[in-house]
């Protein structure tokens, strides 16, 4: 019993799992070039006085908007954005995609494309062995221009304060005035 509950929900899950690349053709490229069309129309109001409302004009003659400035797309402009992304992709391509639905197939590309181009090494919070914070060479100018920034935003006599509201914290932590300042 429990291995054909198994294979029905395999195969369930898979058959959702392609229900973007089965309507790409019929559904999703007709869609990406709608929205492609719209950006180019878009492209053509930049910079002409009144932009904003003739966007809104189009939009709401292309069915995009309603009067009240509603998306009518499902998922609204994020949709429309995530369509942007595929909208150079061929029918091809977008039938090689996995996902139940277009946030799916956005999100399983975006995945895999930081996957493969991560923005930085593994992040870890584990300070380096046989340092302590103030180790670094750098602690010290780093401290200066905060302090700089502080007064140049609260101004002199309200960093004046800050100051000694801070050194009064220090006093009550324990240390001594002379460590203190």
Request: some cysteine; glycine content about 6%.
């Amino acid at each position: 019993m429990t291995k054909s509950v198994i294979k029905t929900f395999n195969e369930t899950e898979a058959a959702i799992e392609m229900t973007f690349a089965k309507n790409a053709a019929k559904v999703y490229a007709p869609f990406f070039k709608a929205v492609k069309d719209r950006e180019i129309a878009f492209e053509m109001f930049k910079g002409e006085k009144g932009a904003t409302e003739a966007k809104l004009q189009y939009d709401i003659e292309h069915g995009w908007r309603n009067s009240n400035k509603d998306y009518l797309v499902k998922g609204g402009l994020s949709a429309i954005s995530q369509a942007k992304f595929f909208a150079d992709y061929s029918v091809k391509e977008l039938q090689d995609l996995t996902g139940a639905t277009l946030g799916t197939a956005y999100k399983n590309v975006s995945i895999a494309k930081n996957a493969s181009k991560p923005k930085r090494g593994k992040v870890s919070n584990a300070k380096p062995a046989g340092q302590s914070k103030f180790a670094d060479k750098n602690m010290a100018s780093d401290i200066k221009e905060m302090a700089k920034q502080i007064v140049k935003t609260l101004g002199a006599k309200d960093a004046e304060k800050l100051a000694c509201e801070i050194a009064n914290l220090v006093i009550d932590a324990g240390m001594d005035e002379t460590k203190a300042a």
